[in-house]
């Protein structure tokens, strides 16, 4: 229900979480909260099973943002696919949000289309934290060829672009490529004013769609304002 903190399981009604609603609500706007677990940091599909098994347990959530990282911090695809797998196995009613590399082979791209559980990809761009965007033009391609595969494969299917977002224009640039929504993480939050940061994104998308909305985003189809409500994620 919109608006209301009983969306929420008790175990996170913190007073963060209540002051932000207090706040939407004088505010005229309501949110209904939706929880997504995380599996940050987890460098073995073990670990991010077991985390997920936690967090649904605790969080009662269907939602799994699964990442699964080397050393580099840059995301492992076989670890990714087999943990989907697994999984989807141990629980069929899961909502996998997956972080998925731009060199995923394209069997196992379309092997993870398959699964209906995947609701979103996550495409990595460059490493997390490094602010530089979708990399270089050679990186930029195998971005677009993921795309456009997963386009062809499954047209409804969520795409957001994710690390090294580092300033308003990788974000606009990401959104001319094709993607449903990006997320945004340390360019806000380790901005030396992370508020003027997220408003000066705000600001840019808008002024994005504001100049693009006659126009269907490239390769998806969809108007772009129909999607200011979900651009931008921190």
Not at 71 to 97: G, H, S
Request: proline share 3%.
């Amino acid at each position: 229900r919109a608006g209301n903190l009983s969306t929420l399981p008790e175990i996170v009604r913190i007073p963060y979480t209540q002051a932000i609603h207090t706040k939407l609500n004088r505010l005229g706007q309501t949110r209904r909260f939706i929880i997504l677990a995380n599996t940050s940091r987890c460098e073995l599909k073990g670990d991010a099973i077991m985390m997920a098994g936690f967090a649904f347990k605790i969080l009662e959530t269907p939602y799994l943002k699964l990442e699964i990282r080397d050393k580099e911090l840059m995301t492992k695809n076989d670890a990714i696919f087999d943990t989907v797998k697994r999984l989807v196995e141990l629980n069929d009613k899961i909502k996998i949000l997956a972080l998925i590399g731009k060199r995923i082979e394209i069997g196992m791209l379309n092997s993870l289309l398959d699964v209906k559980q995947v609701v979103a990809l996550r495409i990595e761009g460059t490493r997390p934290g490094s602010c530089e965007g979708l990399g270089t033009e050679k990186e930029k391609k195998q971005i677009r060829m993921v795309i456009s595969l997963a386009r062809n494969k499954r047209p409804g299917i969520q795409l957001l672009a994710e690390c090294g977002m580092g300033t308003p224009e990788h974000v606009k640039e990401a959104l001319r490529m094709g993607f449903n929504a990006v997320l945004v993480n340390a360019a806000i939050t380790q901005a030396k004013d992370p508020i003027k940061a997220a408003i000066d994104f705000r600001a840019a998308i808008y002024e994005y769609i504001s100049v693009t909305s006659a126009s269907p985003l490239e390769g998806n189809g969809s108007s772009k304002a129909s999607l200011a409500n979900r651009i931008l994620y921190a």
